[in-house]
Nanobody, 120 residues
Framework: QVQLVESGGGLVQPGGSLRLSCAAS????????MSWYRQAPGKERELVAT????????NYADSVKGRFTISRDNAKNTVYLQMNSLKPEDTAVYYC?????????????WGQGTQVTVSS
């Protein structure tokens, strides 16, 4: 059974930090590109950060560059999102995504999300 379980969300003051974790099970983690998305109330889900299979390459949304860092530990089947200098506009539900596209098939898995609220 495929599972992605996010943790680490919560309430933080502007300028603070949080570290999100996403624990994966039920599939071969190292085959998958891992990403973090977020969705704020009344807005569409947006891509925050992506990391390739062995962590060689990462990409970030312009809005989080220089503040957020995505990383992964394939031995622990876990992907992380370190979020620093948080702003109120970072408030959203954050979702973990696993994606693999071998020939002719798409494998696309989502976690249940974790709430991040940035407020004083």
């Amino acid at each position: 059974q495929v599972q992605l379980v996010e943790s680490g969300g919560g309430l933080v003051q502007p300028g603070g930090s949080l570290r999100l974790s996403c624990a994966a099970s039920g599939f071969t983690f190292s085959r998958y590109v891992m990403s973090w998305y977020r969705q704020a109330p009344g807005k569409e889900r947006e891509l925050v950060a992506t990391i390739t299979r062995f962590g060689v390459s990462t990409n970030y949304a312009d809005s989080v560059k220089g503040r957020f860092t995505i990383s992964r530990d394939n031995a622990k089947n876990t992907v992380y999102l370190q979020m620093n200098s948080l702003k109120p506009e970072d408030t959203a539900v954050y979702y973990c995504n696993a994606f693999w596209k071998p020939q002719g098939n798409d494998y696309d898995y989502w976690g249940q999300g974790t709430q991040v609220t940035v407020s004083s």
